[in-house]
């Protein structure tokens, strides 16, 4: 992925410490034999038994969102995941294996909040309301 080093310094600095991102959809008839076989509980179990850290979880009646990190022993985070389950419509899985500090993902998620770059216009309705945006 190429992006420019004099526009956006903190994104570059951050994309280099990304080896690699994995990304599992379940929509329509895969979501409803995902949604019946309670694989969202398992899957939350199975970070636990892999020591991740839970960020955040946010639950509403719409969708549940969990960020989880697993750091090494000098405190740099080896891996995110973000699970999201649409209640009624769909499961996104995103592994992230990385390796920066919790400040470095600080300084970035600042600078992209002050220059206005976070954009939750394509994300679905449930997981906007979830971000408070509408």
Not at 1 to 29: A, I, Q, T, Y
Not at 58 to 68: L, T
Not at 71 to 92: G, K, M, T, Y
Not at 104 to 113: G, R, V
Request: proline share 3%.
């Amino acid at each position: 992925m190429f992006v420019s080093r004099d526009r956006n310094p903190e994104v570059k600095k951050l994309l280099r410490s990304v080896r690699s991102v994995s990304v599992v959809v379940r929509k329509g008839e895969a979501f409803r034999k995902y949604a019946a076989s309670d694989k969202y509980e398992k899957k939350l179990n199975k970070l636990e038994r892999q020591k991740f850290t839970p960020l955040f979880d946010v639950m509403s009646s719409e969708a549940n969102v969990s960020i989880q990190i697993k750091q090494n022993q000098r405190s740099h985070v080896r891996q995110l995941a973000i699970l999201i389950n649409d209640e009624d419509e769909s499961f996104i899985f995103t592994r992230v294996r990385c390796n920066f500090n919790i400040s470095q993902l600080q300084e970035w998620m600042k600078s992209a909040k002050e220059k206005n770059q976070l954009d939750f216009s394509s994300f679905p309705s449930s997981i906007r309301s979830l971000s408070g945006h509408p």
